[in-house]
């Protein structure tokens, strides 16, 4: 018996991927080698792209707990631990939930088993081989070691992916190996926070902004206080001699001297773990040489990570890749697919991850320590008080600049880019688009006068989701949305043209095969 698709890694890429195929009509198996969820403390957070990614599938609200959609952050982000301030922008591309990875998990696993998915902990893939029908997966588990056989294998298993290298698939990229990252939930005096701000004022130093990384010509400090946890407080420095002693409290204290020059009377953390105390000695910015091989495919830090950008990001990539995979692989399975249509998911991700390693890679530059690269950041300062400059700089830390090629139609601004939310009135009441994009399905969104697109493409309903809508705020006419949200078509003709409903047919041809 084959089954449709075997997800190597059940962390939240794998589980994203699961979801997005199930949602799709494929049947997904998850393995996944740990018994239990890790309780590591890991990324602290969504940033990006991909918090308006998960409103469009109804995660946000089980995130978030609330039932507001995302808001942007309008006020101040950070570059290279350097200040944004995204308050000279008009529309602010920064979007971040305050979320651990444990309950990021625990929502996609919840919802995964919603939709039906097989997760098997303790499961581990040890080998594959492939043919023209298959991949033949060795399984040891907890019981007896066994085979499975699937149509396509994906590896979502981490940066040391197994799967990568079973395929033979290279991990080129950079090491850096001179930098050491020191980290730790504690306290600190609780005089020492502006509670106006959430500031942390170091006497002898200053404000610390919370969230804001801060970088001396020694090193980097940054204090961050997450909602319902203690805070996290970390270190970046340069050619530190190397231990195998256990990290402490008084290590991250000793390097808060050097960094900062002065000292800050760090506490054991409250309450309930589990609790980050944990030293990282270099870092890599890799992206495979591919990202598939026949009928295995990666995604997520298998594929590409990352340094000196910290675990949000990352997220934002990885779990759009699976998005991007989802519908493509299910409708291979369906037998459904355009010709092309799953090697778009290669070209249009590596594209991705590359803006992500330019991101990394400039980030790193300016927090190197130096006097030199204290000129630089001088220099940068009075450019970002430039708004064309922070807008690129914010859309390029969010993922909001990625535009797919749509075939040569992008003559719309929003075709290639994802979808802006809209409030929308249609025949039942109002709504937002974000909303009509639950069940991952195409999506042709219709303002027109009259609704002409909808009467014409009537006969393809089943195909295709079709909505007739007003909108009161200036929009374009019509959209066409492929399941990952990204618009394939758009128009912003009251009554489109014979002209435009032929791109707009040649665009439901390339994506969905009708």
């Given at each position: 018996m084959i089954t449709d698709v075997v997800i190597a890694g059940g962390g939240p890429n794998g589980l994203m991927l699961a979801c997005e195929l199930s949602l799709a009509g494929a049947r997904p198996v998850v393995l996944e080698r740990l018994i239990e969820p890790s309780e590591e403390p890991k990324a602290n957070g969504l940033l990006g792209q991909v918090v308006k990614m998960l409103d469009h599938r109804g995660l946000h609200e089980?995130?978030?707990?609330?039932?507001?959609?995302?808001?942007?952050?309008?006020?101040?982000?950070?570059?290279?631990?350097?200040?944004?301030d995204l308050s000279l922008l008009q529309d602010s591309p920064v979007y971040a939930l305050p979320v651990p990875q444990r309950r990021i998990v625990q929502v996609l696993q919840e919802r995964a088993i919603e939709l039906g998915v097989e997760i098997r902990r303790g499961h581990e893939v040890v080998g594959l081989s492939q043919d023209d029908d298959a991949v033949t997966i060795d399984v040891a588990s907890p019981g007896e070691a066994y085979q499975l056989r699937a149509r396509y294998l994906i590896g979502a298993d981490g940066a040391h992916s197994t799967t990568r290298k079973l395929s033979g698939i290279k991990f080129p990229g950079i090491t850096y190996d001179r930098m050491t990252v020191r980290s730790a939930h504690a306290t600190v005096p609780a005089g020492w926070v502006d509670p106006?701000?959430?500031?942390?004022?170091?006497?002898?130093?200053?404000?610390?902004?919370?969230?804001?990384?801060h970088r001396t010509e020694r090193g980097g400090f940054s204090y961050a206080p997450m909602p319902g946890h203690p805070p996290l407080v970390s270190t970046t420095e340069w050619d530190q001699p190397t231990t195998d002693a256990p990290m402490s409290l008084e290590e991250l204290r000793a390097s808060i001297?050097?960094?900062?020059?002065?000292?800050?009377?760090?506490?054991?953390?409250?309450?309930?773990?589990?609790?980050?105390?944990?030293?990282?000695?270099?870092?890599?910015?890799?992206?495979?040489?591919?990202?598939?091989?026949?009928?295995?495919?990666?995604?997520?830090?298998?594929?590409?990570?990352?340094?000196?950008?910290?675990?949000?990001?990352?997220?934002?990539?990885?779990l759009q890749d699976a998005v991007n995979l989802g519908w493509k692989l299910a409708a291979e399975i369906r037998g459904s697919a355009p010709s092309g249509l799953l090697n778009s998911y290669e070209t249009e991700r590596r594209s991705a991850a590359q803006r992500m390693v330019?991101?990394?890679?400039?980030?790193?530059?300016?927090?190197?320590?130096?006097?030199?690269?204290?000129?630089?950041?001088?220099?940068?300062?009075?450019?970002?008080?430039?708004?064309?400059?922070?807008?690129?700089?914010a859309e390029l830390t969010a993922g909001a600049d990625v535009r797919y090629d749509m075939g040569g139609r992008e003559t719309h601004?929003?075709?290639?880019?994802?979808?802006?939310?809209?409030?929308?009135?249609?025949?039942?009441?109002?709504?937002?688009?974000?909303?009509?994009?639950?069940?991952?399905?195409?999506?042709?969104?219709?303002?027109?006068?009259?609704?002409?697109?909808?009467?014409?493409?009537?006969?393809?309903?089943?195909?295709?989701?079709?909505?007739?809508?007003?909108?009161?705020?200036?929009?374009?006419?019509?959209?066409?949305?492929?399941?990952?949200?990204?618009?394939?078509?758009?128009?912003?003709?009251?009554?489109?043209?014979?002209m435009e409903i032929e791109t707009l047919q040649a665009a439901l041809q390339q994506w969905f095969g009708i």
């Amino acid at each position: 018996m084959i089954t449709d698709v075997v997800i190597a890694g059940g962390g939240p890429n794998g589980l994203m991927l699961a979801c997005e195929l199930s949602l799709a009509g494929a049947r997904p198996v998850v393995l996944e080698r740990l018994i239990e969820p890790s309780e590591e403390p890991k990324a602290n957070g969504l940033l990006g792209q991909v918090v308006k990614m998960l409103d469009h599938r109804g995660l946000h609200e089980r995130l978030s707990g609330s039932p507001q959609p995302p808001q942007p952050n309008s006020r101040y982000f950070m570059f290279g631990a350097m200040g944004l301030d995204l308050s000279l922008l008009q529309d602010s591309p920064v979007y971040a939930l305050p979320v651990p990875q444990r309950r990021i998990v625990q929502v996609l696993q919840e919802r995964a088993i919603e939709l039906g998915v097989e997760i098997r902990r303790g499961h581990e893939v040890v080998g594959l081989s492939q043919d023209d029908d298959a991949v033949t997966i060795d399984v040891a588990s907890p019981g007896e070691a066994y085979q499975l056989r699937a149509r396509y294998l994906i590896g979502a298993d981490g940066a040391h992916s197994t799967t990568r290298k079973l395929s033979g698939i290279k991990f080129p990229g950079i090491t850096y190996d001179r930098m050491t990252v020191r980290s730790a939930h504690a306290t600190v005096p609780a005089g020492w926070v502006d509670p106006a701000t959430g500031a942390l004022n170091v006497p002898g130093y200053g404000a610390v902004m919370p969230f804001m990384p801060h970088r001396t010509e020694r090193g980097g400090f940054s204090y961050a206080p997450m909602p319902g946890h203690p805070p996290l407080v970390s270190t970046t420095e340069w050619d530190q001699p190397t231990t195998d002693a256990p990290m402490s409290l008084e290590e991250l204290r000793a390097s808060i001297r050097r960094v900062l020059g002065v000292d800050v009377p760090l506490g054991p953390p409250d309450g309930q773990g589990p609790h980050a105390l944990r030293r990282l000695t270099g870092g890599n910015t890799r992206v495979a040489e591919r990202f598939a091989d026949g009928r295995v495919f990666l995604i997520g830090d298998a594929a590409h990570v990352y340094a000196a950008t910290g675990g949000g990001p990352g997220l934002n990539l990885g779990l759009q890749d699976a998005v991007n995979l989802g519908w493509k692989l299910a409708a291979e399975i369906r037998g459904s697919a355009p010709s092309g249509l799953l090697n778009s998911y290669e070209t249009e991700r590596r594209s991705a991850a590359q803006r992500m390693v330019l991101n990394a890679q400039a980030q790193a530059a300016l927090i190197a320590p130096g006097s030199d690269v204290t000129g630089l950041r001088e220099v940068f300062t009075e450019l970002l008080r430039d708004p064309d400059t922070v807008q690129r700089l914010a859309e390029l830390t969010a993922g909001a600049d990625v535009r797919y090629d749509m075939g040569g139609r992008e003559t719309h601004p929003l075709t290639g880019r994802f979808a802006p939310d809209m409030d929308l009135h249609t025949p039942t009441g109002p709504v937002r688009l974000a909303e009509l994009t639950r069940t991952a399905r195409p999506l042709l969104v219709d303002l027109t006068e009259e609704a002409s697109l909808a009467e014409s493409l009537a006969l393809r309903h089943d195909q295709v989701d079709i909505v007739t809508a007003r909108s009161q705020t200036p929009a374009p006419t019509a959209l066409l949305l492929r399941p990952d949200c990204y618009v394939a078509w758009a128009s912003a003709s009251p009554r489109p043209d014979p002209m435009e409903i032929e791109t707009l047919q040649a665009a439901l041809q390339q994506w969905f095969g009708i």
